[in-house]
């Protein structure tokens, strides 16, 4: 097993890092809300630019936005309201009619330097309603978001999914599943936070997946342990070997971590061509984890 005991080592307090956050469920979405309040909960400073409504599915789509004719999802804006917008009393929480590569452009280009006067340090992605595993990343607009900021724009991605969930308006009463993903999502932020900049390498995103939550499994963040995996199934004598870690040359697919009994989250490490990246990526990654990582059984 490869841990590095330099990354063990890293605390794991919020620095005074800047955070662009986006998805793809819609800004007024229960889980994107909840991951605002975890993270900012531990002191980062946070600004959410997402879709006015539901875009799930449209990948990496980028289109100029339009006017709304329309109330917002979850009536979260009025009809007839522009192309853009915020919310009334929290100006960290805007919306943009377009697909979700648009929106974190926006949320990039416009308005974070607004806020922090320039890039953000860190871009977040999700959580997503339902996992996005192996080929399902081709489709999300979660990982369309992520995957925009970390390849095209140079800001180190992450674009978070969970198992469990339903579209849920922002103001309802918190599932228990948001609450805990939005704090393992800040746990996974934290570590890749800890270990310094540069956070990713370049061009790098990381997709990370957790495991359904009920009252009877995977019901406390506790419970939670993340493993390294890859994305793709590894095709025999094609696909390069993996980082070596646990033992082995090849990693788990994403799809075998989170159906490992157990409560295991998934982190693959994806290149600006929603790919796997390769060995020597997957190992500066593992650097920056270190024993934040375990192995399957």
């Known amino acids: 097993m490869r841990f590095p005991l330099a990354a063990a080592t890293l605390p794991l307090a919020a620095q005074a890092i800047n955070i662009i956050s986006s998805n793809d469920d819609g800004w007024a979405e229960i889980n994107i809300r909840s991951l605002y309040g975890a993270l900012t909960a531990v002191g980062y400073s946070v600004v959410v630019s997402a879709p006015a409504e539901n875009e799930s599915g449209t990948g ?11 109330p917002c999802e ?67 607009g979660t990982v369309g978001a992520a995957n925009y900021a970390a390849g095209t724009a140079g800001i180190p991605a992450i674009a978070f999914s969970g198992d469990t969930g339903s579209q849920t308006a922002w103001n309802a009463t918190l599932p228990v599943y948001s609450a805990i993903y939005a704090q393992l999502a800040t746990k996974v932020t934290e570590r890749i936070v800890a270990a310094g900049a540069p956070y990713l390498p370049d061009g790098v995103w990381l997709n990370v997946n957790f495991p359904a939550v009920s009252d009877s499994s995977c019901a406390s963040v506790g419970d939670f342990a993340f493993v390294l995996s890859r994305i793709y199934t590894a095709v025999p004598l094609l696909t390069s070997d993996d980082v070596e870690t646990c033992g082995s040359k090849r990693l788990p697919t994403e799809t075998t971590v989170v159906d490992t009994d157990g409560c295991y989250v998934s982190i693959s490490v994806g290149d600006s061509n929603k790919l796997d990246a390769n060995a020597t990526l997957q190992g500066d990654v593992l650097e920056k984890l270190g024993d934040f990582l375990t192995c399957l059984p």
């Open 60 to 70: 990496s789509l980028d289109i100029a936005p339009s006017d709304r004719t329309e």
């Open 74 to 140: 979850f009536n979260s804006c009025p009809a007839d309201s522009g192309a853009y917008g915020n919310n009334a009393t929290d100006p960290h929480l805007n919306w943009v009619n377009s697909y979700p590569v648009t929106s974190i452009k926006h949320g990039i280009e416009v308005v974070a330097p607004q806020f922090f006067g320039g890039n953000p340090d860190l871009a977040v992605s999700g959580p997503n309603i339902g996992n996005n595993l192996g080929l399902a990343v081709l489709l999300s």
